[in-house]
């Protein structure tokens, strides 16, 4: 994608994000439906829902080439990663919206054959706004985040970590691997959304992301905007990301990713 077609496109996308998250904040203390989706705990709203129809009717009306790849299902059927995808979560932490209401974002990202041109997190209701544009640095607000440190040590790092994942019953690391981090790392947080736990990543505010099941929406904006402050971004095993299936995710300093999949990482096949 040219330089010029992506500024284009950026400004557009910029524009119906905010937007979006205007609609959201107008109508944060509207009584709400809630529903659940593959258990009692995953949950949707009418406004996940709204909002993603919001972007999937923009984008056809506009870009009648372009496919939207989205969480609630109003985009189109994404089998490969071939032209220009919108890969949209309307709404990155519905937990937190419903029971916070606040805590949560819209993510945006949009692929060219695969690769991410262009990445979006904004945060609704504090109205933060995380950018980035492939090669172009990536931005909070109007201000350009600066690279991440040179050097980065895992004894002084704070890390996200979804706490579910740790019960012993997980699938996919072993206890004493995930003790062992704990231990290590100097503290932990959860924030309850992706979108946002790759941003401050990026922003410099943690140090690391390490999870294991996301989905292509939780991850491609964050992505783009990540790897333009010089992060990495691998499954937790060390490999690619898939960005058309669950995954597990490591995002963090290149230092610490290096450490943390030397040492502690020992999932289970
Ligand atoms: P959501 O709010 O859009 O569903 C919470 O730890 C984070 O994980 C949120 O970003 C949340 O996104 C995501 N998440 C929740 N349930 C998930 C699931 N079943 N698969 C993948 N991601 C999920
Ligand atoms: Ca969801
Ligand atoms: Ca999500
Ligand atoms: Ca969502």
């Known amino acids: 994608m040219d330089k010029i077609h992506r500024n284009q496109l950026y400004t557009q996308a910029k524009e119906w994000v905010l ?10 203390d509207d009584p709400r439906t809630i529903e659940t989706k593959s258990n009692a705990n995953d949950l949707v709203t009418e406004m996940d829902q709204e909002t993603e129809q919001f972007f999937a009717e923009k984008i056809r009306e506009t870009y009648e080439d372009h496919l939207v790849f989205g969480e609630e299902g109003f985009g189109d059927e994404i089998k490969s990663l071939d032209g220009t995808i919108w890969i ?6 519905t937990m937190n919206f419903v029971h916070q209401k606040r805590n949560f974002a819209i993510s945006v990202g949009i692929y060219q054959d695969g690769i991410g041109e262009i990445g979006i997190i904004y945060n609704v209701m ?8 492939r090669g172009e640095g990536a931005y909070k607000n109007n201000r350009q985040l600066a690279q991440l440190p ?13 706490t579910t994942w740790m019960l012993p019953e997980n699938p996919y690391v072993s206890h004493q691997g995930i003790h062992e981090l704990v231990k290590t790392l100097r503290s932990t947080r959860t924030y309850g959304s992706a979108a946002l736990e790759f941003a401050f990543v990026a922003e410099g505010v943690i140090d690391g992301y390490l999870t294991m099941t996301l989905m292509p929406w939780d991850i491609a904006a964050g992505m ?14 060390g490999q690619d990301v898939d960005m058309l299936n669950k995954t597990t995710i ?10 943390v999949l030397e040492t502690f990482v020992d999932l289970k096949k």
């Open 19 to 28: 937007e979006a998250g205007q609609r959201i904040r107008s109508k944060i």
């Open 88 to 93: 949209i979560d309307p709404i990155d932490g």
């Open 126 to 133: 504090e109205d933060t706004i995380y950018t980035a544009k």
């Open 150 to 162: 040179e050097e980065s040590l895992l004894k002084q790092a704070i890390f996200a970590l979804n």
């Open 224 to 237: 783009v905007i990540l790897k333009e402050v010089g992060g990495t971004v691998t499954t937790a095993g």
């Open 250 to 259: 490591l995002a963090c300093h290149p230092m610490l990713h290096d450490e």
